[in-house]
């Protein structure tokens, strides 16, 4: 899908952020291995999120998606076969070690951007747990059969944390104690977030300073209610579109979430936005924004949104971090380069930093990559443009954000400011 976005001149409106697919598909994880039915409100039905309910029927659970709310009737019993994880990374790195809880050989494939991610750190970690695993050359598909043994692991987190959360899902019903030991550790907060929806469905994990993990074996997943916050990854590029573009309220966030993605909220007082945050919403507005320094490391998915904002500052905003963008579904760093280059944007990477050179965006077209990141990127970039901006592959949002379109238009508040080509 290709479409058209024409400068906005004055951005205004509140909307609501789209639940979290991050933690979406860890209820759904959680639901699968837990006996009975569990609720899952405020559900996210975007790419990924349909992605792991899929997975989770092909695994056993029986999957009862309604407006505003699934029902997982829990019952890990996979047959041996194929499970297909779209486009989803989080999907791949969690499930193959639930996988491996069951003695069937079970073989995950992808397809798109996916098939260029490695999973090299899957089979690292799994073998080291007695399990079966071939994958081809590093990348999908892989196999694996178990059962899982449980055990002490060590484990580098430096590529992602991915394969951590799925590690900490599956070995609770392991038949043996284990004991994680991870270096390198990147995105520590994602891990916390997994530990954090466990509890809620009666799995305790011991986390020994993001150095170690406890995991007691012979746990029993409860089903139980639970419902999906907001997004920050999502609601940051809003919040961005409001500083750059005049006033926007987002809701359905909560400024006390584990999320990494919160530090939108810490890059946007750097570059001298003015934010006001509330009980269940953030405010942004317009204000005189400078040049600033972020360590985007920890929270690698807001390097998209902290483009579009350093594009609308006069000077040289550093972000730093590049190293965790080359494995996601577009290599990102080298992507934002060329395209934000296309719309007049000066993007230079050294090492681990980007130096980007805000000031006029000029318009022009580019191409998301298949990358929903970059394709909201272009578009909050297309609100304060001079002229308009042309996004090819614009339906990619629908892996995290379905809505996203229809929210920024409303924002905007203008007749035509999106249109289909």
Same mark, same amino acid.
């Given at each position: 899908?290709?479409?058209?976005? =024409?400068?906005?001149?004055?951005?205004?409106?509140?909307?609501?952020?789209?639940?979290?697919?991050?933690?979406?598909?860890?209820?759904?994880?959680?639901?699968?291995?837990?006996?009975?039915?569990?609720?899952?409100?405020?559900?996210?039905?975007?790419?990924?999120?349909?992605?792991?309910?899929?997975?989770?029927?092909?695994?056993?659970?029986?999957?009862?998606?309604?407006?505003?709310?699934?029902?997982?009737?829990?019952?890990?019993?996979?047959?041996?076969?194929?499970?297909?994880?779209?486009?989803?990374?989080?999907?791949?790195?969690?499930?193959?070690?639930?996988?491996?809880?069951?003695? #069937? $050989?079970?073989?995950?494939?992808?397809?798109?951007?996916?098939?260029?991610?490695?999973?090299?750190?899957?089979?690292?970690?799994?073998?080291? @747990?007695?399990?079966?695993?071939?994958?081809?050359?590093?990348?999908?598909?892989?196999?694996?059969?178990?059962?899982?043994?449980?055990?002490?692991?060590?484990?580098?987190?430096?590529?992602?944390?991915?394969?951590?959360?799925?590690?900490?899902?599956?070995?609770?019903?392991?038949?043996?104690?284990? @004991?994680?030991?991870?270096?390198?550790?990147?995105?520590? *907060?994602?891990?916390?977030?997994?530990?954090?929806?466990?509890?809620?469905?009666?799995?305790?994990? %011991?986390?020994?300073?993001?150095?170690? %993990?406890?995991?007691?074996?012979?746990?029993?997943?409860?089903?139980?209610?639970?419902?999906?916050?907001?997004?920050?990854?999502?609601?940051?590029? @809003?919040?961005?579109?409001? *500083?750059?573009?005049?006033? &926007?309220?987002?809701?359905?966030?909560? &400024?006390?979430?584990?999320?990494?993605?919160?530090?939108?909220?810490?890059?946007?007082?750097?570059?001298?936005?003015?934010?006001?945050?509330?009980?269940?919403?953030?405010?942004?507005?317009?204000? $005189?924004?400078?040049?600033?320094?972020?360590?985007?490391?920890?929270?690698?998915?807001?390097?998209?949104? @902290?483009? &579009?904002? #350093?594009?609308?500052?006069?000077?040289?905003?550093?972000?730093?971090?590049?190293?965790?963008?080359?494995?996601?579904?577009?290599?990102?760093?080298?992507?934002?380069?060329?395209?934000?280059?296309?719309?007049?944007?000066?993007?230079?990477?050294?090492?681990?930093?980007?130096?980007? =050179?805000?000031?006029?965006?000029?318009?022009?077209?580019?191409?998301?990559?298949?990358?929903?990141?970059?394709?909201?990127? *272009?578009?909050?970039?297309?609100?304060?443009?001079?002229?308009?901006?042309?996004?090819?592959? *614009?339906?990619?949002?629908?892996?995290?954000?379905?809505?996203?379109?229809?929210?920024?238009?409303?924002?905007?508040?203008?007749?035509?400011?999106?249109? =289909?080509?």
């Amino acid at each position: 899908m290709k479409i058209k976005l =024409t400068p906005c001149l004055t951005l205004e409106g509140r909307v609501e952020a789209p639940p979290s697919k991050s933690m979406m598909q860890r209820a759904v994880a959680a639901a699968l291995l837990a006996q009975g039915k569990s609720v899952i409100l405020k559900p996210s039905f975007c790419d990924d999120a349909v992605a792991s309910m899929r997975i989770a029927e092909k695994l056993g659970a029986k999957v009862d998606a309604s407006p505003g709310k699934v029902v997982i009737e829990g019952g890990f019993s996979p047959k041996p076969g194929e499970v297909e994880c779209g486009e989803s990374g989080l999907s791949m790195r969690m499930f193959a070690p639930v996988a491996a809880l069951h003695n #069937s $050989e079970i073989k995950l494939t992808g397809k798109g951007s996916l098939l260029k991610r490695p999973v090299f750190m899957i089979g690292e970690a799994l073998r080291q @747990l007695g399990v079966e695993y071939i994958d081809n050359k590093g990348f999908l598909p892989l196999t694996v059969k178990g059962p899982v043994q449980g055990g002490n692991i060590e484990i580098d987190g430096s590529v992602s944390s991915q394969i951590l959360t799925g590690l900490i899902t599956a070995l609770p019903l392991a038949e043996k104690d284990s @004991l994680i030991t991870v270096k390198n550790l990147k995105s520590s *907060a994602y891990v916390d977030m997994t530990i954090q929806l466990l509890k809620y469905f009666g799995i305790e994990i %011991f986390n020994d300073g993001h150095k170690a %993990f406890r995991i007691p074996g012979r746990q029993s997943y409860s089903a139980g209610e639970y419902t999906v916050e907001g997004d920050w990854s999502g609601a940051a590029f @809003l919040l961005v579109a409001g *500083a750059t573009g005049g006033y &926007a309220e987002v809701g359905n966030i909560n &400024a006390g979430s584990l999320q990494p993605d919160k530090k939108i909220l810490e890059a946007l007082g750097k570059a001298g936005a003015r934010v006001k945050i509330l009980s269940n919403s953030v405010i942004a507005e317009k204000s $005189e924004l400078k040049p600033f320094t972020f360590d985007a490391t920890g929270c690698p998915d807001l390097f998209p949104p @902290l483009v &579009a904002l #350093s594009a609308s500052c006069g000077g040289k905003s550093v972000l730093k971090g590049v190293s965790r963008l080359e494995y996601k579904e577009s290599n990102r760093g080298e992507v934002l380069r060329s395209e934000f280059g296309k719309l007049g944007i000066e993007i230079t990477l050294n090492g681990d930093e980007m130096i980007v =050179t805000g000031g006029r965006i000029k318009g022009g077209e580019v191409f998301s990559h298949n990358d929903h990141r970059i394709a909201m990127a *272009a578009a909050v970039a297309a609100i304060i443009s001079e002229k308009p901006v042309v996004i090819a592959g *614009a339906n990619a949002v629908g892996k995290s954000y379905p809505r996203f379109f229809d929210d920024l238009e409303k924002m905007a508040g203008t007749t035509g400011f999106i249109s =289909t080509l």
